[in-house]
């Protein structure tokens, strides 16, 4: 066990001795996280605007524009109808002397061509509301005045109350910010660390002997490998710890669960230790283990949202993305920091990355040599 200690401690040595080092593993992750942080940051939540013009003279058009109040609609009432405006709803003048007869009654919105759709479909869900409640005053109250009961619109406040929702797995909160950024560039640059470090270091150790020399003392093939291997899971340690602080010193951080937060970063981390051990072995030129490195790691982070939300992705992408070990990491910080997911709802993403490793682990046996 000492052995497998000193060998991964030499290699996490050599690996912070590198002169670049602190540029790789702090400096240019800064920019990442600076960069993509503003870019998708969040935003601050806007209500959606709606003018009424009461044309009504009578209580009904008042207490129909009352049951339009909510805090999500910046409601304001005019005179006349604009010239220029995102959306209005006209109640017509004969609006209460229609509801005393008895008659249908017709209310007219209308919104801009480029208006939001969002907002204007918020707005449309309010006033559905407010029509299902002066309906159901009506009915509970059919042989009072109807005069009489709109002076007292308070009193039905709470007989009827009408809830939007959206479809069943619809998602509804974006990942954005530095909440996002931080584990997405924390989760490219484990791999991109371990993969080019921890590569680099097999190959050079192979072709200079020192894993035959390591084998001279009485350290085993399984205690060299286990060595190798422990070493690249503390470099992806090490990576995500200096992230992980920075982003909680300087941009207010929020891990969520700190314990599934650390839980993920682990098994991840596993994961890639064991693909760096292979590449490190089929691979004889440190220039392409740094180019195989590099461009594995950008695509797993393409497709697994570490650059932008997955959320916001197609779903033909989002299909093409469960093949990288990427998405099911960011997938589980986003269910930790975003969704308040527990361990019931990230377990089958450690399950499946641990059986990534499991894939990876295996081929790092089969093809790990000793000397050329």
């Excluded at 995102?86 to 003048?93: D, G, H, K, Q």
């Excluded at 409640?133 to 308070?154: A, C, H, W, Y």
């Excluded at 314990?259 to 993920?264: E, P, Q, S, T, V």
């Excluded at 469960?322 to 998405?327: E, F, G, K, Q, R």
Aim: proline share 3%; hydrophobic share 50%; aromatic share 12%.
């Amino acid at each position: 066990m000492k052995s497998i200690l000193h060998i991964a401690l030499n290699d996490i040595r050599l690996m912070v001795k590198d002169k670049v080092f602190f540029f790789w593993t702090l400096v240019f992750p800064l920019v990442f996280i600076v960069v993509f942080g503003n870019v998708y940051k969040e935003s601050t939540p806007v209500k959606a605007s709606l003018l009424v013009l009461n044309q009504d003279k009578g209580q009904w058009g008042s207490s129909f524009v009352k049951k339009l109040e909510s805090p999500d609609i910046a409601l304001e009432t005019v005179e006349a109808e604009p010239e220029s405006y995102s959306r209005i709803l006209i109640i017509p003048e004969d609006f209460s002397e229609n509801i005393a007869l008895g008659k249908a009654q017709e209310l007219i919105f209308r919104k801009h061509s480029k208006a939001s759709v969002n907002a204007a479909a918020h707005v449309e869900t309010r006033i559905i509301q407010a029509i299902a409640k002066t309906i159901t005053e009506l009915m509970l109250n059919s042989s009072e005045d109807v005069l009489s009961i709109s002076e007292e619109p308070n009193k039905y406040r709470d007989i009827i109350e009408i809830k939007s929702q959206y479809p069943e797995n619809t998602i509804t909160v974006i990942p954005t910010g530095f909440d996002h950024t931080i584990p997405g560039v924390t989760t490219q640059f484990i791999m991109m660390m371990v993969l080019i470090y921890g590569g680099i270091t097999v190959m050079e150790d192979r072709k200079r002997g020192v894993l035959q020399r390591i084998l001279y003392s009485s350290t085993s093939v399984a205690g060299l490998w286990g060595g190798k291997f422990l070493g690249r899971f503390m470099m992806g340690i090490v990576q995500a710890f200096i992230l992980i602080f920075t982003g909680l010193l300087f941009f207010g951080f929020n891990m969520g669960d700190p314990f599934l937060f650390i839980l993920n970063i682990v098994i991840f981390s596993v994961t890639m230790s064991s693909l760096s051990i292979f590449i490190g072995s089929v691979i004889e030129k440190e220039d392409l283990i740094i180019g195989v490195s590099v461009l594995t790691a950008n695509i797993f982070a393409a497709l697994g949202g570490c650059w932008w939300p997955i959320e916001i992705v197609s779903g033909t992408f989002r299909s093409i993305a469960v093949i990288s070990p990427a998405y099911w990491a960011m997938d589980a910080f986003h269910q930790i920091i975003f969704f308040n997911g527990g361990f019931s709802d990230i377990y089958m993403n450690f399950i499946i990355l641990l059986v990534w490793a499991m894939a990876f682990t295996w081929l790092a046996v089969r093809y790990f040599r000793i000397k050329e």
